[in-house]
C-alpha cells in the first residue's frame, strides 16, 4: 500500500519545503491540499507525478466535506499529515470585517482540528502529524492578535493530541518558527522596506520540523533566536514583550 503524506497549504513557500522534505522521507504519494489550481500544476510540474493535487478551499465546509469524503473512499495509508496552510492580517482586529475573523479561524483551527479527526482513523503507529503554530503563539500580540491566537490555539491543541495518540503510536509535533521567508510577508510597508528580525528560509524550517517530528517531539522551534524568545516568554511578564513588540511595529500600524 502506497504511503500518503496530506500537506495543506502546500504550494505556499513553506509548504513546498515539506513537499520536498516528505519526499525524500520515503512518501509514495502527496496529497497537495490549496485553492489555487494553477499552482498545484505548477506544484506537480516541479515535483513529478507523486504529487495528487487535491483542490480545497479549507474555509468552505463543502470543500472540506469533499475532502473527508475522499479519505474515507480511498482509505490511504497516512503516514503525515501536515497542517500547513495558515493565513494572518495584520490591524486592530475589533475592527476587522465579520468573514475575515470567521476565515482566519476556520482555516487556522476549525480545519486544523477536522483535518485531524478524519485521518488519525487512517494513521498507524509511527505516522506523524505536524501542525504548523508560529513564535506568535508565545504570547499574545497586538496587531496581530488574532493570528497570534490562532497560532496559541494549535500549540495547545497539538501538544494535547500528542499525549492523546500517544497509546497509538502516532506523533504530533506544533511547528513554531519565527518570521520565514515567503510570500505571506508583506516585504514593503509605505514604499519602506520592513524589518523581521531573525528571519529564516522555509528549507530550513521545514527540515528542522521533520527531524523533529521524527524524534518524536511535541514541539519544533527552529533557530536559537526563537529558541531565545520561547525562554523570554516564560520568564518575562508578558506585558514587557507586548511593549517590546509595539515599539518594534510603531512605523507600521
Ligand atoms: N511566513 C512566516 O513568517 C510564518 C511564520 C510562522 C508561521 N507561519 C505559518 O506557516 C504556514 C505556511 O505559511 P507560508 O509562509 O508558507 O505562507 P504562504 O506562502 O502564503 O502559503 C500559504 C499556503 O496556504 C494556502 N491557503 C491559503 N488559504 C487557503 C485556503 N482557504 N484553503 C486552502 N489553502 C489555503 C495557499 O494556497 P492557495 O492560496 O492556493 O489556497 C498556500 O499554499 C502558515 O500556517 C503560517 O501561518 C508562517
Redesign the pocket.
Known amino acids: 500500500m502506497s504511503a500518503v503524506a496530506i500537506i495543506?497549504?502546500?504550494?505556499?513557500?513553506?509548504?513546498q519545503e515539506f513537499v520536498r522534505g516528505a519526499l525524500s522521507d520515503g512518501i509514495d504519494e502527496i496529497w497537495a491540499?490549496?485553492?489555487?489550481e494553477k499552482?498545484l500544476g505548477e506544484l506537480r510540474e516541479r515535483f513529478g507525478d507523486k504529487i495528487r493535487p487535491v483542490r480545497?478551499?479549507?474555509?468552505r465546509a463543502d470543500d472540506l466535506a469533499e475532502l473527508f469524503a475522499l479519505i474515507e473512499a480511498e482509505k490511504p495509508d497516512i503516514r503525515l499529515l501536515i497542517n500547513?496552510?495558515?493565513?494572518?492580517k495584520m490591524g486592530a482586529s475589533a475592527e476587522f470585517p465579520d468573514d475575515v475573523i470567521v476565515n482566519e479561524v476556520d482555516?487556522n483551527c476549525k480545519a486544523v482540528c477536522l483535518l485531524c479527526k478524519h485521518a488519525i482513523p487512517f494513521m498507524k503507529p509511527g505516522a506523524r502529524i505536524l501542525n504548523?503554530s508560529?513564535a506568535s503563539s508565545f504570547q499574545p500580540v497586538p496587531y496581530i492578535n488574532l493570528y497570534a491566537a490562532s497560532k496559541a490555539f494549535v500549540r495547545s491543541y497539538t501538544r494535547a493530541l500528542n499525549v492523546e495518540l500517544k497509546a497509538r503510536g502516532i506523533i504530533c509535533t506544533a511547528v513554531c518558527?519565527?518570521?520565514?521567508d515567503?510570500?505571506?510577508?508583506e516585504k514593503e510597508h509605505n514604499g519602506k522596506p520592513v524589518k523581521f528580525p531573525g528571519l529564516v528560509s522555509?528549507e530550513r524550517v521545514a527540515a528542522q520540523a521533520l527531524r523533529d517530528s521524527a524524534k518524536g517531539r511535541d514541539m519544533s522551534v527552529c533557530t536559537l533566536f526563537v529558541k531565545y524568545e520561547h525562554l523570554l516568554s516564560k520568564i518575562w511578564p508578558h506585558k514587557w514583550l507586548m511593549r517590546i513588540w509595539l515599539n518594534g511595529i510603531k512605523d507600521y500600524v
Open positions: 495543506t497549504g502546500a504550494t505556499g513557500g513553506l509548504g491540499v490549496a485553492r489555487n499552482r480545497c478551499d479549507l474555509s500547513n496552510a495558515g493565513i494572518g482555516i504548523i508560529s518558527p519565527g518570521w520565514i515567503t510570500d505571506m510577508l522555509p
